[in-house]
């Protein structure tokens, strides 16, 4: 048996609005960052014994070595390896004065509002690291921070499923597609099609809501066609026979943009403003990123694409499996030098 396979982890997701588990994947109801923790969860639950403690969840469950279980807001020593707090670093603070002696990490899915500027010496004093989901996402952290010495800063991206590729799914050069949730930026993308149908006018714009967030984007305009809320399998179904995904916002900084990374996955293209939060990591072809706020370029853009769809691909270290194999290393790597200090004290 390796070490890592006898290693502890608890996920604490102090911020969720109640429990969820693999079951809400298949439903379509949870967020980026909800989907993207029980997807890391359930791949190292094959070698690791994972605990995912959450905040308002009203029972707990075993599957094999993964765990579901409360967090109580009275913190108490938890009995594992290794924390990873989900985004509260308040949360972590707390954990490592109840755990002197554990590893702990935040894992920040992100970009932290301005009132938390000070987290970056607390996190550094009390010798927590933290892991951002994208090279860009760790780079304007440090920006943030601002300061001289900061806290560990590293990043792991979120996975992509290895079985997600393209198909023969035939394209539909009408449809476009919007699969975020409203806040990010949907007013600023119906504008810019509705300018784009004064051209085409038989385009539609179908809309996928994850629904978890009310959110005023004034009224819709023609042709857009609201799906609600979708099941994994049947957004990615819209994403396969959509001409594109639809995301000309310039002013929500993905941190890093599932969405657009599966796409991209099943090769369909995204039209994104290029050097907008993690875009330009996430798309790798360029032509998918322009200036949004150029109503000229969307149109080119489009219309080059009705006449020949792009070929564009996932960057392979996005995958689940090589996420998993970065969380293993690093996970097993804390372990052990915990394992190896306490050692030492007891010798």
């Known amino acids: ?53 959450q905040r308002n969840r009203r029972t707990t469950s075993q599957r094999g070595s993964l765990s579901f279980e409360r967090f109580e ?12 707090v989900i985004n509260a670093w308040k949360v972590a603070l707390k954990l490592r004065r109840i755990n002197p002696d554990l590893p702990i990490f935040l894992w920040l899915h992100v970009f932290p509002g301005r009132h938390n500027r000070v987290m970056g010496k607390e996190l550094r004093d009390a010798g927590i690291r933290i892991i951002c989901v994208s090279q860009s996402h760790a780079d304007g952290l440090r920006r943030f921070l601002a300061e001289a010495r900061q806290p560990d800063i590293l990043h792991i991206h979120n996975p992509v499923a290895d079985s997600m590729v393209p198909d023969a799914t035939p394209r539909l050069k009408n449809r476009l ?16 099609f509705d300018a784009l149908r004064h051209t085409i006018p038989e385009l539609v714009l179908a809309v996928a809501d994850p629904g978890y967030l009310r959110w005023n984007v004034g009224p819709a ?43 991209n996955a099943v090769g369909t293209p995204v039209l994104a403003q290029k050097g907008l939060g ?6 790798e072809s360029p032509d998918q990123r322009i200036d949004c706020s150029d109503p000229t370029q969307i149109l080119e853009r489009i219309q080059c694409w009705r006449q020949r769809a792009p070929e564009v691909s996932l960057n392979p270290s996005f995958r689940l499996s090589a996420v998993a194999h970065q969380w293993a290393d690093l996970l097993t790597s ?5 394992r190896l200090e306490t050692s030492q004290r007891v010798a």
Request: charge should be neutral.
């Open 177 to 192: 597609l919007f699969a975020s949730s409203p806040h990010k930026g949907l007013r600023e993308v119906f504008a810019c």
């Open 1 to 53: 048996m390796t070490l890592h396979s006898r290693v502890r982890v608890a996920i604490v997701d102090p911020m969720c609005a109640a429990g969820y588990d693999p079951s809400h994947l298949r439903t379509g109801t949870l967020g980026g960052t909800e989907a993207t923790t029980l997807r890391i969860a359930d791949a190292l639950s094959e070698t690791f014994k994972i605990g995912l403690f």
């Open 278 to 283: 993690a875009n330009n990591e996430v798309l």
């Open 334 to 338: 804390a372990a052990r030098s915990e």
């Open 221 to 263: 305009p023609d042709n857009v066609i609201p799906l609600g809320v979708l099941s994994h399998t049947a957004l990615i179904r819209q994403m396969r026979r959509s001409l594109c995904v639809f995301y000309p916002q310039t002013t929500f900084a993905e941190t890093f943009g599932l969405v657009m990374a599966e796409a």
């Open 73 to 84: 807001v009275k913190l108490t020593k938890l009995q594992t390896d290794v924390i990873v």
